[in-house]
């Protein structure tokens, strides 16, 4: 196999992983150039793999083995070798030659899964905070560069980061709300302890669980209006990071645009949806049908080009 070829079989595995993996990112990127889509899904198949340890079965020591071992794939391709036999890193190799992806930006993304392996809790939204930047910010930071900016902004890159970052914090605290009874059921709380106190809710995970909405059905029970209250509180501050952050498309090119409206477009509803029913939201996983997120991306596109 030539080295173009190699490089298109890494592209099209990671592709795949993303199609299979990541129906809400896939939404966006499907907008790009192909060029642009590539690269985007090199570095979600790398996310991919990086989230897949924290979350995965290995003893804690074991994962944080295999994340030191992504910190050394990184420092790898910054020395300018990517791991052979890998098809992520052949591809990210490739995408960060043709798009300069910042790899701190990824590197951070490690970090963040460390936090969650190490089972960090936090007691206020300012503790979380760097966490979803960590995770989700870091992300919007690596798009951005495969991102076009328009003409007339091309000299404001501090400022599109900044928005990038902004609008990764935004679909990490609607991941957050989304995913309560998951990250209960691993052990884990992100929401801060002190909103949790605030509506007088359990901080431990067993406790929290408890008090959750049956799968599948369910008010709440006694604690229904505590916990509607609680997704309220913390819907509007994911809205204030979505109105913050969804500036960005005004500084991107068309196609860009597009990409950032669809993929937020989803997530925003999505967050609509959670705090329109929070107790099914807290009972499992809520997500849109196929068929809304294509209008959504639909209206992004449209909205680009307006």
Avoid at 108 to 119: H, S, T
């Amino acid at each position: 196999m030539s080295g173009e070829e190699e490089i298109a079989a890494a592209y099209s595995r990671c592709e795949a992983i993303t199609r299979e993996q990541a129906a809400n990112f896939y939404w966006g990127i499907r907008l790009l150039s192909r060029e642009r889509r590539l690269a985007m899904c090199a570095a979600y198949a790398f996310a991919r793999r990086v989230d897949d340890i924290g979350d995965g079965e290995l003893p804690e020591q074991r994962k944080l083995e295999e994340l030191a071992a992504q910190d050394a794939a990184l420092a790898a391709l910054g020395a300018g070798s990517a791991a052979p036999g890998d098809p992520v890193m052949l591809a990210l190799a490739d995408a960060r030659e043709r798009f300069a992806l910042p790899l701190d930006a990824l590197g951070a993304l490690v970090e963040g899964v460390r936090m969650d392996v190490e089972g960090r809790r936090y007691e206020s939204f300012e503790q979380l905070l760097p966490y979803c930047r960590r995770v989700a910010g870091a992300v919007g930071r690596v798009c951005l560069a495969i991102f076009g900016l328009s003409a007339r902004h091309r000299g404001e890159r501090a400022r599109a980061e900044q928005l990038a970052d902004d609008l990764g914090v935004a679909l990490q605290l609607t991941n957050i709300l989304r995913d309560v009874r998951e990250d209960a059921e691993r052990g884990r709380v992100y929401l801060p302890a002190e909103d949790l106190r605030r509506f007088g809710l359990p901080e431990e995970p067993a406790a929290l669980l408890a008090v959750l909405p049956a799968p599948g059905g369910g008010s709440g029970g006694e604690h229904a209006a505590q916990l509607a209250q609680l997704v309220s509180f913390e819907a509007e501050r994911a809205r204030e990071w979505f109105a913050r952050g969804m500036t960005l498309t005004g500084m991107l090119d068309r196609r860009s645009a597009a990409c950032v409206l669809a993929m937020a477009g989803i997530y925003r509803r999505l967050l609509e949806r959670i705090d329109a029913a929070p107790a099914a939201a807290l009972g499992g996983r809520m997500s849109l049908p196929a068929h809304e997120k294509a209008w959504v991306a639909a209206r992004g596109l449209l909205g680009a080009g307006a």
